[in-house]
């Protein structure tokens, strides 16, 4: 496999466009605020082992605007590389309001759910931290459910909200309008590099397939795409079909080996073996791709076997 993240020429996939600034502070997924003319959103949090780090970075951020205030929360799902951290900057700031799927408020609200959070977390503070600091979860909550269609205002632009699912059945995108800049979902993947996407399809198969569909169909201008960064304006339209190229690909390569007669156990080896990489390990716990990938080879079985 190429090197992971292994970008394009003279691009750089953290400089986003104005008024938009990443203050990410470690491993997992991207946290990037959005500066309104009257309001400021941050998109997805990151993990919880540096959630005190994301609050410094945003606290920083809005003070060099010369602003005080978090409004409000976009989440893309509810996976625990997402939002870990929404605990932390909750409690920094109270009033910012969380908008995200109906099912990703209902998964908040189950103790079960909080349990998994922490313990997960936990085991990402070990793997990428010193810090032995507990884990929170207490603020883990979606205030206001949205869905397609929904749009909300941050002044002047609005974030107008897609359901794609495939990845999770939680899963959303967010397009920044006027200018056209998607920040979408894993259900529509993450770039690995310019020649690979890589497919992580825990819940639906072909509903993954239609939000790369519904998504190409929506003809964004900007593309931010999770773990990655934003995508150079001249490969958006490639985007969503290299997915689509990768995902049948990966399908076909997981529906071999099943027709052949391996077992579940042989099949998720085989897959470890072709996708993992100690470098692919520096964004994402070994345990948390061998968990996904064994809800991937259900799915695909399941819908396509």
């Not at 104005?18 to 400021?40: D, M, N, Q």
């Not at 770039?191 to 397939?209: C, D, M, R, W």
């Not at 998720?268 to 968990?291: C, M, N, T």
Request: hydrophobic share 35%.
């Amino acid at each position: 496999m190429n090197t992971v993240y292994d970008t394009f020429l003279d691009h750089d996939r953290f400089k986003f466009p104005e008024g938009l600034v990443r203050v990410t502070a470690g491993k997992g997924g991207e946290a990037i605020l959005v500066f309104g003319s009257k309001k400021t959103f941050l998109v997805d949090c990151g993990m919880a082992y540096c959630g005190d780090k994301v609050v410094r970075n945003i606290e920083f951020a809005l003070a060099m605007r010369d602003r005080t205030r978090l409004d409000g929360i976009l989440l893309s799902h509810s996976h625990y590389d997402h939002i870990g951290a929404l605990p932390y900057v909750k409690k920094r700031w109270p009033e910012a309001v969380v908008y995200g799927a109906d099912k990703a408020q209902r998964v908040f609200s189950r103790p079960g759910a909080h349990a998994l959070m922490k313990e997960l977390g936990t085991a990402a503070r070990d793997l990428y931290s010193e810090s032995k600091q507990e884990i929170l979860t207490e603020g883990l909550a979606v205030n206001v459910a949205v869905g397609e269609g929904d749009e909300i205002s941050i002044g002047d632009e609005s974030f107008k909200v897609l359901e794609t699912k495939g990845h999770t059945d939680c899963s959303l995108t967010y397009v920044l309008e006027p200018r056209s800049i998607m920040f979408t979902s894993e259900s529509t993947g993450v770039l690995e590099n310019p020649q690979f996407v890589h497919t992580s399809i825990l819940k639906g198969y072909e509903a993954s397939i239609q939000s790369a569909l519904k998504c190409k169909a929506y003809g964004p201008k900007f593309i931010i795409c999770p773990h990655f960064g934003i995508l150079p304006s001249y490969f958006t339209d490639q985007y969503f079909d290299l997915y689509i190229q990768c995902a049948e690909e990966k399908k076909a390569f997981l529906l071999d080996l099943y027709h052949r007669g391996l077992n579940k156990e042989q099949i998720l080896e085989a897959y470890i073996q072709r996708h993992w990489s100690e470098e692919w390990g520096k964004d994402q716990p070994k345990e948390a791709f061998v968990i996904n990938g064994g809800h991937m080879i259900d799915t695909v079985i399941k819908e396509c076997g």
